[in-house]
């Protein structure tokens, strides 16, 4: 039996329908011994919020509001798009209370209770993207509260989001243990059965949900095994070859006469083309195996801002996508189920858009292969893809396993060990001849600008609501190199000095998917 006391709500509490600040409170959700949780309002940017507020005596006890807002700053240091953001905090008026990002769908107690059915591949992708959300805060030593069903949140696309458990103190690791077997046995009741990958699928689960083994798997472990999974369910099945039958002639001449003919004929048609080849070809750059990802260390770096800001360890790929990389991309998508391309997509991507194809895509990529011009632009395979929104970019890094780097990752990663300032942007050119870093980071100042992940408030125009952000000069617009940034208002934006790169909380990189 608990023995917090439950307090009773005073007048002066965050009720319905009253605006505190920038917020509006809407309908209650829930109600603990000390707080209270509100759908809400943000008003000055008509955005759904969730607020999560202290009521009664408890905001006005110290100790209660110290470790409430402790809380609320371990929330704060999480940085992963699968984990729901913190808005503000507010400790004022009489009110201590913060906001945080309303996540879209359903709770994974209310799937369960309708009895919602998850194919093998969309599962499998769930529990990858759960695995690497959890892998994150293991890395960056962020505790935790137990999950809940009710803090899994699904949408109908099957995108997977989680309520931010984040607390102040050390890790537990029995925490750990508790959320895998959370997951373990509530996805194995949701597992479409009898279908491919529902065996092996079930099997992680079971593993997951078992409590008991001598060594519990890591959240490592089954981010691999989810991985294999996935990947093994997108990729075609091996394409059987058609044999045609033949029928043998009898000859008309002897087929040692035969044979002289055809050497000599042979032999004439290499020396013709030989002469042609020689004196007509054109070399067409190979596609190269470049450099993958670049780690940057933990530590403090001039913020976009001229504000230090504090970030963790990551690792950024060392140039930008290539538009042979893209075309691998492309090519996995086009052998796969609709439904199955859904997975990579985000969860507000329009409707409307029903494919990841670049702008002017089958004029630039047959320059790319033939070594010839787009645009008037010479093209090879090693140049950055160009004409993709972030939609586009998004899905490219969940397929890789991985994601578009913060604002501040990407200016963090052209002032490590130098000066953004000083790096010298290169016009178009292939990704690995562009000016580069200390650290070897290509491309920072120059060839292409690119798309980050979240957005951000304009510094200039703080009245704007937050929108996206696209850092680094381009062979188009050159002014300031590292150091430019542009606010733009449609994630549907394209360009043909528009691409992007990805980036990782570790060095692992996922194989391609040829």
Known sequence: MSTETEYEISPDDIFEGQQIGDYLIGELLSRGSRTMTWSATQVSVQREVVICNLFGPNRK???????????????????????????????????????????????????????????????????????????????????????????????????CRLVNMAVSGAPDPDTA???????????????????????????????????????????????????????????PGEKSKIKSPTMRMRPFISMATLARIGIAVAVLSIVIGLVYYFSNRKIIPAERQLSDLVRIPAGKYPGP????????????????????????????????????????????????????????????????????????????????????????????????????????????????????????????????????????VYGMAGNVSEWTRKPGYDPTDPSQPRRYIVCGASYLKPKFGARAREWVDDRNLRRADLGFRTCSVSPESTAERD
């Open 305 to 440: 801002l001229g504000v230090k800001v504090t970030l963790n360890e990551f690792w950024i790929e060392a140039h930008e996508v290539t538009i042979g990389e893209y075309a691998k991309f492309l090519n996995a998508l086009s052998v796969i189920s609709e439904e199955q391309r859904t997975v990579y997509q985000h969860d507000e991507q329009p409707e409307e858009k029903t494919n990841h194809l670049p702008d002017d895509w089958d004029n630039l990529y047959a320059a790319a292969t033939t070594g010839t011009t787009w645009n008037g632009l010479q093209v090879d395979l090693n140049y950055p893809v160009v004409g993709v929104d972030w939609w586009d970019a998004y899905a490219y890094a969940e397929w890789k396993g991985r994601r578009l780097p913060t604002r501040e990752e990407w200016y963090a990663s052209c002032s490590a060990g130098a000066n953004p300032a000083e790096l010298s942007g290169t016009g178009w050119m292939p990704v690995d001849q562009t000016e580069k870093t200390a650290q070897g």
């Open 177 to 235: 243990t508790q959320d895998k077997q959370l997951l373990g046995q509530l996805f194995h009741d949701m597992l479409s059965p009898a279908q491919p990958g529902s065996t092996r699928t079930g099997s992680l689960l079971d593993f997951m949900a078992d409590g008991h083994r001598a060594e519990p798997l890591s959240w490592d472990q089954i981010h691999e095994l989810a991985d294999g999974i996935e990947r093994q369910l997108a990729e």
């Open 61 to 159: 006890d110290p100790a209660i509001t110290d470790a409430f807002l402790a809380d609320v700053r371990a929330k704060a240091t999480v940085d992963h798009p699968l984990i729901g953001s913190v808005l503000e905090a507010i400790h004022e008026d009489g009110q201590c209370f913060f906001a945080r990002e309303k996540l879209h769908g359903k709770s994974l107690e209310l799937h369960h209770q309708e009895g919602l059915t998850i194919p093998p591949l969309h599962l499998a992708r769930i529990i990858r993207s759960l695995a690497d959300a959890q892998k994150s805060l293991e890395i960056h030593k962020i505790a935790t509260l137990p999950l809940t069903a009710d803090d899994i949140v699904l949408d109908d696309k099957f995108h």
